[in-house]
């Protein structure tokens, strides 16, 4: 065969697109909670709201149209340099790193540095662990984008590398944090307070 006969193959390769936005919450009962502010509580958490968009956590990170998925959110106005990303940090009173139907576990949404795309769990630096000595696993890159809708979801990996169902969770107690969790209704008769279901909406910054 002459080689001008060969097959080819065409690919189109899109430059993945760099942007910035705010995350306004809002309950899956309709509740507006506001924008993320860019403050931990005392435990290295996020889960502080503000009405106003300007000012408010501001995140930047990059999508293609085929990759919309196990994102890395940086925080530009981290309270931190040390943790710039907006990650999630496996919950102290976790039974394991693992989510799944029937289990409680959970992670606190905190500063992270960073884990490859896909990762399970993984020690080292965090805002919770350096606020509290207790040294936890994380994952950076569990953020799903969805450019249509601006839409923002999350996707925890276990150890074994299976993506379970993944829910944003706002621990509305004391404490104030945005966590993730494989199962509602678990995590909240296990904690024992309303701890409402939440959507995530991007604004473009």
Request: a negative charge.
């Amino acid at each position: 065969m002459c080689p001008s006969c060969l097959p080819v193959s065409l690919r189109i390769n899109y430059r993945p697109r760099r942007q910035t936005c705010n995350i306004l919450a809002k309950g899956t009962d309709g509740t507006d909670y506001g924008y993320i502010s860019p403050v931990w509580n005392g435990f290295g958490e996020y889960g502080t709201f503000q009405s106003a968009q300007a000012g408010a956590l501001e995140l930047s990170f990059s999508h293609s149209p085929n990759t919309p998925s196990q994102i890395g959110f940086t925080a530009t106005n981290s309270p931190s340099v040390a943790f710039p990303f907006f990650g999630a940090i496996v919950g102290f009173a976790s039974a394991s790193n693992d989510f799944g139907a029937g289990s409680y576990n959970y992670a606190y949404l905190g500063g992270t540095t960073q884990t490859a795309v896909g990762s399970t769990p993984s020690p080292g630096g965090n805002s919770f662990s350096a606020a509290t000595g207790i040294p936890e696993s994380f994952e950076s890159a569990v953020w799903t984008y969805n450019p249509a809708t601006q839409a923002i979801t999350a996707q925890w990996i276990n150890t074994d590398g299976s993506a379970p169902a993944t829910h944003i969770v706002y621990a509305n107690d004391s404490n104030q944090v945005l966590t993730l969790t494989g199962d509602v209704s678990a995590f909240q008769g296990t904690f024992g307070v309303p701890h409402p279901e939440v959507v995530s909406a991007s604004s473009d910054g």
